[in-house]
């Protein structure tokens, strides 16, 4: 018989943030956090981790570049 290893909450949340992060916009990632997440974990932590060195100019020609697609 096999055995399935089973990852943490933790590390499958992360795997699936890294997997919106790449095929959304940053303005709809924003916008889901805030639906995923109301009243869990830290978001103000977590919002820093995924915007680090991103301004609202940045994010804002990221997103318009996206809808340029």
Do not use: C
Not at 26 to 55: C, N, Q
């Amino acid at each position: 018989m096999s055995s399935i290893a089973v990852e943490s909450e933790q590390a499958l949340a992360e795997e699936a943030l890294a997997i919106l992060r790449r095929n959304l916009p940053p303005h709809k990632m924003a916008r889901l956090l805030s639906m995923w997440h109301i009243g869990h974990g830290d978001y103000v932590k977590e919002r820093e981790g995924f915007f680090a060195g991103e301004t609202v100019n940045s994010l804002f020609e990221e997103a318009a570049a996206y809808q340029a697609r």
